[in-house]
């Protein structure tokens, strides 16, 4: 019986460590959880909502409108890129050109119109025409009128700078839904 518990001991343990192993593969190279802090990104994300980012196919290309998490120097961003290596943007009276021509910002119809209801002029203030260093990216967070970006004062991000991409919300449970 003694041989047959040190036995089971030790294949337990193994399980252990094991899982123990493929938990910290997945969470450092794969999919880990991150809280969502502050309102820069509403009301696509809200204030301590937790997400799910995935970091797998997050190395080499990125896509302008991609929700991505950002390692900043003390803290980390969840924001949207807008701008690419290269790209020029400009803002004129709510209206989004990259590269000359007119991108449709659906994610923004929520705070536009929570804009013009409490007497804002406009969502974002003007800016540009600015050119995306090569190598570098431009982000700014929904909530143009309370987002900390590209803008004004964070400045230019570069890939290894991206933790992942934001998939989906997980909690609060009722609250589960894919990130767009």
Known sequence: ???????????????LMIAFGVVFFVRTFLFAPYIVEGAS??????NQEKIF???L????????????????????????I???????????????????????????????????EIGSQRLTGDFGPITVPKDKYFVMGDNRLKSKDSRNG????????????????????SNIRETE
């Open 1 to 15: 019986m003694k041989l047959n518990s040190k036995r089971e001991l030790k294949s337990w343990g193994k399980s």
């Open 41 to 46: 990104m509403e009301p696509t994300l809200h």
């Open 53 to 55: 980012v995935n970091k």
């Open 57 to 80: 196919n997050f190395t080499d290309s990125f896509s302008r409108g991609e929700i991505v998490i950002i390692k900043g120097k003390e803290v980390n961003y969840v924001k949207r």
């Open 82 to 116: 807008i701008g690419l290596p290269g790209d020029t943007i400009l803002m004129r009276n709510d209206n989004l050109f990259i590269n000359g021509e007119l991108v449709k910002e659906p994610y923004l119809l929520q705070n536009l119109k929570l804009a013009k």
């Open 154 to 173: 964070l400045g230019y991000f570069t890939k290894n700078q991206f933790v992942g991409q934001s998939e989906f919300v997980v909690y609060p449970f």
